[in-house]
T-cell receptor, first 111, second 112 residues
């Protein structure tokens, strides 16, 4: 099955700086890579996703890049704000067995 | 409002007492799945269902059962709960396997 590794486990950045979270996957058949944001005590919410036929996708301050050859994908958040503080999960899959999640990154935005 | 509804939100039970966590979605989603979330381990899939009467094991299925008799409902059954099943459980649904999930609000289960 799929195996998704996520780094770092904790990331602290100054407000206004950029944050980058990286994930690798093992199954070359995976074709769908979403990112979820989970605020304290709440459910994970989809913030952006990318499919294997696309190399990059942007939505305002967030972007995701995918390198199929190297089997890694990254989340980029620019001009970070206090409300960006949360745990972020990457996931990979798209086949019959659904999504495999990384272990999560706790993003801390320092004022 | 489009949503995935889980009940109960919180549950404390004793070892061996059978329990069911319900999950219902109103989006006509075909795909439904159960995950457990533990500190440092992320979200791990327990069971999933691609459609009515079609279910399969995820990565951590031991000690759990599911059923999918109707498209909207996907209950999680713990026949004989043990303390190592203390966790935060999430139900999720989507239109298909290559689509983003909508998660329920979670069920925090404590087994003593």
């Amino acid at each position: 099955g799929e195996n998704v590794e996520q780094h770092p486990s904790t990331l602290s950045v100054q407000e206004g700086d950029s944050a980058v979270i990286k994930c690798t996957y093992s199954d070359s058949a995976s074709n769908y890579f979403p990112w979820y944001k989970q605020e304290l005590g709440k459910r994970p919410q989809l913030i952006i996703d990318i499919r294997s036929n696309v190399g990059e996708k942007k939505d305002q301050r967030i972007a995701v890049t995918l390198n199929k050859t190297a089997k890694h994908f990254s989340l980029h958040i620019t001009e970070t704000q206090p409300e960006d503080s949360a745990v972020y999960f990457c996931a990979g899959g798209g086949g019959a067995d659904g999504l495999t999640f990384g272990k999560g990154t706790h993003l801390i935005i320092q004022p | 409002e489009a949503q995935v509804t889980q009940n109960p939100r919180y549950l404390i039970t004793v070892t061996g007492k059978k329990l069911t966590v319900t999950c219902s979605q109103n989006m006509n989603h075909e795909y439904m799945s159960w995950y457990r979330q533990d500190p440092g381990l992320g979200l791990r899939q327990i069971y999933y269902s691609m459609n009515v009467e079609v279910t399969d094991k995820g990565d951590v299925p031991e000690g759990y059962k599911v059923s999918r008799k109707e498209k909207r409902n996907f209950p999680l059954i713990l026949e004989s709960p043990s303390p190592n099943q203390t966790s935060l459980y999430f139900c999720a649904s989507s239109f298909g396997t290559g689509q983003g999930y909508t998660f329920g609000s979670g069920t925090r289960l404590t087994v003593v």
